[in-house]
């Protein structure tokens, strides 16, 4: 696609049950990144995909949180056992290069995940 | 520890006026600065940036300076229009770590007509 593609759009769960969160990058970027912004805060980097190298997971904030990159393509979050405080808009970007920063990410539309 | 800093939650200027952003940064070793532009219920898109090596880069309207012995880099938009209204978030990055990019926590512009 010409964007990078989120889905759902929104997701409201109950606190303790498990959710998904899909991102289709970009055709052709090999790097794929997950942030996430709370509200009041900035955008908070999670994890980071490049090529068919081990995924930066530095940024996971329990082992709750986990994610996977199928085929070097789309990636799928996923927050188990949620609790209130996963409560944030999950963005997910891509970027054609390694460095890339250079030429700055694509950032999706994010997924607004509400616990209840 | 946030390593980019944006003191201002929001800010809001005149239509025609300059709109002036500020963001401060605490590790040296970032060498690469963006700013992003977010509209509600969008991503961020990618505004402007600057290497370490340059303290100025204009693109139209929007116009980013660095000072790096303070630490400090601004985003300045001449003249503001309406459309402008946005939440902006600049980011930096280290040679050491360049795919990886620190936000900072938004300033939230409002342009009045």
């Known amino acids: 696609g010409a964007g990078v593609s989120q889905s759902p759009s929104n997701k409201v769960t109950e606190k303790g049950k498990d959710v998904e969160l899909r991102c289709d990058p970009i055709s052709g970027h090999t790097a794929l990144y997950w942030y996430r912004q709370s509200l009041g805060q900035g955008l908070e980097f999670l994890i980071y995909?490049?090529?068919?190298?081990?995924?930066?997971k530095s940024g996971l904030p329990s082992d709750r949180f986990s994610a996977e990159r199928t085929g070097g393509s789309v990636s799928t979050l996923t927050i188990q056992r949620t609790q209130q405080e996963d409560s944030a808009v999950y963005l997910c970007?891509?970027?054609?290069?390694?460095?890339?920063?250079?030429?700055?990410?694509?950032f999706g539309s994010g997924t607004r995940l509400t616990v209840v | 520890d946030q390593q980019v800093k944006q003191n201002s939650p929001s800010l809001s200027v005149q239509e025609g006026r300059i709109s002036i952003l500020n963001c401060d940064y605490t590790n040296s070793m970032f060498d690469y600065f963006l700013w992003y532009k977010k509209y509600p219920a969008e991503g961020p898109t990618f505004l402007i940036s600057?290497?370490?090596?340059?303290d100025k880069n204009e693109d139209g309207r929007f116009t980013v300076f660095l000072n790096k012995s303070a630490k400090h880099l601004s985003l300045h938009i001449v003249p503001s229009q309406p459309g402008d209204s946005a939440v902006y978030f600049c980011?930096?990055?280290?040679?050491?770590?360049?795919?990886?990019?620190?936000f900072g926590t938004g300033t939230r512009l409002q342009v009045f007509p």
């Open positions: 970007a891509s970027s054609y290069q390694q460095g890339s920063t250079l030429f700055g990410y694509t």
């Open positions: 980011a930096a990055s280290a040679p050491y770590n360049t795919d990886k990019l620190i």
């Open positions: 600057i290497s370490s090596i340059k």
């Open positions: 995909f490049q090529g068919n190298s081990a995924p930066d």
